[in-house]
């Protein structure tokens, strides 16, 4: 094994753990992915977040077999589709984090952008985020709904599931998840309350200012 993949596995342990021990992942909810230069490492399926072994993490291989490690997640599709489609990404994060789950079980839900541009930083981290129809967790069609999206959404959420976030590295993709979660919490707390959004003119200045997403 190389010291980048000893290093990334340490990361996952680590990120993983502070996600659970933060509350946005509980039981055995959520997987984390991140990219290797010979395929994927990903969470065991039925692993807590909060308690994985670096040496269990299960490693897939640049064509899809699964190579070491535990049985991968059940969403190893979902990740791969996000690698597939955005050659940028090295890291992907579902979570099943309250406050985004919340958004994606409203009716009234906007399927083209579900998280408003309320605040700098969602802009900035996560971007415009897509509600996908549910499908069973596990389902395979959740892969190619991320595939049809053609990598132009860093993050989506599964209806009446939960959110998938992916990220350059697996700390931004960690953060991004989290600031996903928070104006999600924003959202909830502002509905029915005349909020003020951020004008298409300040969203593209942080987009000129600090990079698209
Ligand atoms: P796995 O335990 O297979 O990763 O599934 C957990 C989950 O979050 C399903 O959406």
Redesign the pocket.
């Known amino acids: 094994m190389t010291d980048a993949e000893h290093q990334l596995r340490h990361d996952m342990v680590r990120l993983c753990r502070s996600l659970f021990d933060r509350g946005f992942s509980v039981g055995?909810?959520?997987?984390v992915s991140a990219k290797l230069p010979d395929g994927i490492l990903m969470?065991p399926?039925?692993?807590t977040l909060g308690s994985l072994e670096a040496a269990r993490i299960s490693k897939i291989d640049a064509a899809g077999n699964h190579v070491s490690g535990d049985k991968p997640?059940?969403?190893v599709f979902l990740h791969q589709a996000f690698y597939e489609t955005r050659p940028e990404a090295g890291a992907v994060v579902?979570l099943?984090s309250t406050w985004a789950t919340a958004i994606s079980c409203l009716a009234d839900t906007d399927p083209d952008d579900c998280i408003p541009p309320l605040t700098p930083y969602v802009v900035m981290r996560v971007g415009r985020v897509k509600l996908l129809p549910y499908v069973k967790?596990?389902d395979p069609r959740t892969g190619d709904m991320i595939r049809d999206l053609d990598g132009d959404y860093s993050a989506v959420l599964l209806a009446n599931?939960?959110p998938v976030v992916s990220g350059k590295t697996l700390f931004s993709a960690v953060c991004a998840a989290e600031e996903l979660e928070e104006t999600a919490k924003l959202v909830v707390a502002l509905q029915g309350k005349k909020s003020r959004l951020l004008t298409d003119e300040q969203v593209t200045e942080l987009r000129t200012t600090f990079g698209q997403i």
């Not at 055995?28 to 997987?31: H, K, L, M, Q, R």
Request: proline share 6%; charged share 10%.
């Open positions: 055995t909810a959520g997987n969470t399926t039925n692993a997640s059940k969403e579902h099943h967790p596990g599931h939960g």
